[in-house]
């Protein structure tokens, strides 16, 4: 059965900007679900300091959980080689990162959607950057996943692989037993396409997923569908919310899932409401895998 983790979507801002919550107190809370693991992400300020690493780590082990996956945010599709360089190695200090937390998986990413950037051109400028880092996620045992993603929290550009023809050409240029995708339903809809025609093109190189929901505040999917897929901000149409009650069709994810015998890690982006939505929406997809991959 695909084991659970949480990622602590609601306290960003607090872990990585503002430092008014500890590492230690987001551990805390996450423990007491009925979860495997918690998604770790490299931009927590506390984790400037590689002395702390081995600390979150033995502190979430204690608990008798893991830190499977690392979510980062590479840039790889900057015109400067000197800036492309820079984020190699900020990568390959993530996966490093990854390696001492005890974690198999870590992301990547194709880069910003800068104006003017073609798609081969991204495209080749990605690839070539996940290429070079490979062989060092090899050696250290961690795979790397690369996720439809719509924009990191703190990019000033969407994903240049955000559209599905991009992104499933990215996926498809690189092969490397080392090397899958991070499925994410929900960014899918922020793109304005279906996440479940997604999922049936890159099913069979799915290793982790992100799990959350989206909410149409105001019109229709079509309406969403005529805008431009990654203007800058947030779609205004849109908004996360508790898991099974939003936009995505987790029966015919997991179906689809299951019939590539996926085994991975389901981590769960929510909780922007509180840690009682968190918990609502661990036990919703606790009982949806129980019932599509019975112990």
Excluded at 42 to 51: H, K, P, T, V
Aim: charged share 30%; glycine share 8%.
């Amino acid at each position: 059965m695909p084991q659970l983790a949480v990622f602590p979507k609601a306290f960003m801002q607090a872990l990585c900007k503002d430092g008014t919550m500890r590492v230690s107190e987001w551990i805390e809370l996450a423990v007491l679900l009925d979860i495997e693991g918690l998604e770790w992400y490299a931009g927590f300020l506390e984790m400037n300091d590689d002395r702390n690493w081995p600390e979150f780590r033995k502190q979430v082990e204690g608990h008798g959980k893991v830190i499977p996956m690392m979510c980062c945010s590479p840039d790889f599709t900057h015109p400067d080689k000197a800036f492309r360089d820079k984020e190699m190695v900020k990568q390959k200090r993530w996966i490093d990162m990854t390696h001492t937390l005890g974690g198999s998986y870590c992301r990547v990413l194709s880069g910003q959607r800068r104006p003017g950037l073609s798609m081969d051109e991204g495209i080749r400028l990605a690839a070539d950057c996940i290429n070079d880092c490979l062989p060092y996620a090899q050696e250290r045992n961690i795979t790397l996943m690369i996720e439809n993603h719509y924009k990191d929290d703190f990019w000033t550009y969407p994903e240049f692989a955000q559209k599905m023809d991009v992104f499933c050409k990215l996926v498809n240029s690189i092969h490397h037993p080392f090397f899958g995708v991070n499925y994410d339903p929900s960014n899918t809809y922020l793109a304005g396409e279906d996440p479940i025609e997604l999922l049936k093109c890159i099913s069979n190189r799915v290793v982790t997923m992100h799990a959350s929901d989206r909410y149409l505040k105001e019109g229709t999917i079509d309406d969403l569908r005529k805008e431009e897929g990654g203007a800058e901000g947030y779609a205004k149409r849109l908004s996360h919310g508790e898991i099974g009650k939003g936009l995505n069709d987790y029966e015919a994810i997991f179906t689809e899932l299951k019939r590539v015998h996926f085994n991975g890690w389901i981590s769960i982006e929510d909780g922007v409401d509180g840690m009682d939505q968190l918990e609502r929406s661990v036990a919703f997809l606790r009982k949806k895998m129980q019932q599509y991959w019975p112990a």
